[in-house]
């Protein structure tokens, strides 16, 4: 046993096993405290000096509490974004994500952070105000395939982490309340609006549609091979979209932007061949994935 906790891959076991124990600790604990009681604000340490408001009642709050918010993409994200970046976040909900980007970029870099619905974009000012962050640009606004206004599907107070262009329901067991029509623009249309020639980093969470946001995507990913882009892919809230994580694939490495995991630290590792197939028929267990260039020597003529 000795040997064993000294070997690199038993002291990972260990580690992982303690941060499990941890979290359950920590989801116990909060479901204890504010279960049976009304929602409040809760204040949290966000990145590495900011704070976030969060409701008690709303799912992604008790996920942030207990270390549960993807770990291996924001140690990612907190790698590879640099001052002065360009970033966006789509998605970005009550502004986790866009915390920590807007830390990465520094005060000369730009966060363009974007919401659609109205009631979660309010938390997202909130935020942005809360952290002094004059680098972030909140909009209320959905990215899709198509310029003008969209049908948007909300979920129950406290699940809002699930809203999306098209998914009705979760295999969790919750279903959309209401659709509501909310202003959409693509990618290539907001930054020829905005006169942004260069984009380095883009994260794209938007539970299910993210087929429709690469579409709209596409002359950004042809003048910008630096490019890298964050995005979960799943397939069950992709098919009720109308969407696919096959034809989301394709949409990227038609242009040379090729899939990689996200290992333990933020690391990447490409997908294989029959990974890649896995993934695009929907049976990866895996849905968080990064889409960039290879370095030169590695790509494909």
Excluded at 68 to 80: A, I, L, M, R
Excluded at 149 to 175: C, I, K, M
Excluded at 188 to 217: H, M, P, R, W
Excluded at 259 to 285: F, H, I
Aim: aromatic content about 10%.
């Amino acid at each position: 046993m000795g040997s064993l906790i000294h070997n690199q891959e038993g002291g990972n076991l260990l580690e992982n096993l303690s941060e499990k124990i941890v979290r359950r600790i920590r989801r116990r604990w909060w479901k204890a405290r504010y279960a049976s009681r009304p929602p409040q604000w809760v204040l949290q340490p966000c990145g590495r000096s900011k704070q976030i408001l969060l409701r008690s009642n709303s799912l992604i709050a008790e996920i942030i509490y207990c270390r549960c918010f993807e770990s291996e993409e924001h140690q990612f994200f907190t790698n590879t974004v640099r001052e002065g970046m360009t970033v966006f976040d789509i998605g970005a909900n009550i502004g986790w994500i866009t915390i920590a980007m807007a830390e990465a970029v520094g005060p000369h870099g730009k966060v363009h952070s974007f919401e659609p619905s109205p009631s979660t974009f309010r938390q997202l000012q909130l935020n942005v105000a809360l952290n002094s962050l004059s680098q972030v640009s909140a909009q209320c606004l959905a990215f899709s395939n198509i310029t003008g206004t969209v049908p948007f599907h909300v979920f129950p107070e406290g699940f809002e982490v699930y809203n999306s262009l098209g998914a009705l329901a979760r295999s969790e067991g919750q279903s959309a309340k209401q659709v509501i029509n909310v202003p959409a623009t693509t990618v290539d249309d907001y930054c020829q609006e905005n006169n942004l020639s260069q984009v380095d980093f883009i994260k794209i969470d938007v539970e299910g549609a993210e087929e429709l946001v690469v579409k709209g995507t596409q002359k950004v990913l042809q003048q910008n091979p630096q490019l890298i882009v964050m995005i979960e892919l799943y397939e069950p809230s992709a098919q009720q979209c109308g969407c696919s994580v096959s034809t989301t694939m394709e949409l990227f490495q038609d242009l040379g932007f090729y899939p990689y995991y996200l290992k333990p630290g933020g690391n990447l590792e490409a997908l294989s061949t029959e990974e890649c197939k896995v993934t695009a028929q929907g049976q990866n267990p895996r849905y968080n994935f990064v889409f960039q260039q290879p370095p030169r020597k590695d790509r494909k003529t």
